[in-house]
C-alpha cells in the first residue's frame, strides 16, 4: 500500500464451508473476480485454509475502498449461498 498516506485499513474475512468440494468450487470461480479487486487503493488476497475454509485478507488505503472490497466478498458469499441452497433442494 502506499506509504503517503496517514493511515491503511486491513481485516480478513473467513467464509466456512461444510466440506472441501464446495469450499475449492468457491474459490475456483472467485479467482477470475480477485483480480478485478486489484487496485491502488485496495488489495484482497484470498486463500485456502484447512479443509472448509476460504479466507480473504483485505489491505486498503481508504475506507471507501474497503467498504467497496468487503461489500464484493459479501456478494461472493451471498452467491455462494444461494447457489449451495438451490443445489441442496434440487
Excluded: C, H, W
Amino acid at each position: 500500500m502506499s506509504q503517503n498516506r496517514i493511515f491503511s485499513i486491513s481485516s480478513s474475512i473467513e467464509l466456512k464451508f461444510n466440506n472441501s468440494e464446495t469450499r475449492d468450487r468457491s474459490y475456483n470461480s472467485f479467482i477470475p473476480d480477485i483480480k478485478k479487486l486489484q487496485t491502488n487503493r485496495s488489495k484482497v488476497l484470498m486463500e485456502k485454509k484447512n479443509s472448509k475454509i476460504l479466507i480473504f485478507k483485505i489491505e486498503s488505503n481508504d475506507i471507501t475502498a474497503f467498504r467497496a472490497s468487503v461489500n464484493e466478498v459479501i456478494n461472493f458469499g451471498k452467491i455462494v449461498d444461494n447457489v449451495v441452497r438451490i443445489s441442496e433442494i434440487s
